[in-house]
T-cell receptor, first 116, second 115 residues
Framework: DSGVTQTPKHLITATGQRVTLRCSPR?????VYWYQQSLDQGLQFLIQ???????AKGNILERFSAQQFPDLHSELNLSSLELGDSALYFC???????????????FGSGTRLTVV | AQSVTQLGSHVSVSEGALVLLRCNYSSSVPPYLFWYVQYPNQGLQLLLKYTSAATLVKGINGFEAEFKKSETSFHLTKPSAHMSDAAEYFC?????????????FGKGTRLSVIA
């Protein structure tokens, strides 16, 4: 157990639907990162939150959004789903500042999303 | 923008043979570099990192990597492969003095170990 909890582990949904992925960071970590892993694109950074505020944005589609709540858990919302959104979605957490480079990111085990 | 290139999406070695997974970075200033491993159905785990002047970095499970500025490389090696090393390996980069710039990952190299 890495300390980062992601739910659900698997999700199957139809095109056009909306889903919410949840992440609880490791205790003490204020930063949360969302990554999408697909076979052809590898690990793509989507978005980062720090203590409730958006810090950085990557290749995140407009149909996707995220937020981090006061208890530091984060949710990634995916809407108007397309077949191409099928992927593994990872959440990672870290401490702040240069310490994150010393300790690295802690990853959850991911949510596998299948859009049919 | 910082990036890393992993040469070879799939590497296959025999048990007991040398493991060499290649990673090259694109930056004029040496960045921070990382290797992560992903076992089947799991998240990524930190193997090792380069963040200081020591160019040879030792990590977990017998892996090590050498930072070579002249070659802009950070290749991952292990003298003797074990069946349990079969996994996906990712090289990642973060620029120095980057504040909170998120890690950028390579596309990964799948390592197969043949008995």
């Amino acid at each position: 157990d890495s300390g980062v909890t992601q739910t659900p582990k698997h999700l199957i949904t139809a095109t056009g639907q909306r889903v919410t992925l949840r992440c609880s960071p490791r205790s003490g970590d204020l930063s949360v990162y969302w990554y999408q892993q697909s076979l052809d694109q590898g690990l793509q950074f989507l978005i980062q939150y720090y203590n409730g505020e958006e810090r950085a944005k990557g290749n995140i589609l407009e149909r996707f959004s995220a937020q981090q709540f006061p208890d530091l858990h984060s949710e990634l919302n995916l809407s108007s789903l397309e077949l191409g959104d099928s992927a593994l979605y990872f959440c990672a957490s870290s401490v702040e500042g240069d310490a994150r480079l010393i300790y690295g990111y802690t990853f959850g085990s991911g949510t596998r999303l299948t859009v049919v | 923008a910082q990036s890393v290139t992993q040469l070879g999406s799939h590497v296959s070695v025999s048990e007991g043979a040398l493991v060499l997974l290649r990673c090259n970075y694109s930056s004029s200033v040496p960045p921070y570099l990382f290797w992560y491993v992903q076992y089947p159905n799991q998240g990524l785990q930190l193997l090792l990192k380069y963040t200081s002047a020591a160019t040879l970095v030792k990590g977990i499970n017998g892996f090590e990597a050498e930072f070579k500025k002249s070659e802009t490389s950070f290749h991952l090696t292990k003298p003797s492969a074990h069946m349990s090393d079969a996994a996906e390996y990712f090289c990642a980069v973060s620029p120095r003095n980057s504040g909170n710039t998120p890690l950028v990952f390579g596309k990964g190299t799948r390592l197969s170990v043949i008995a």
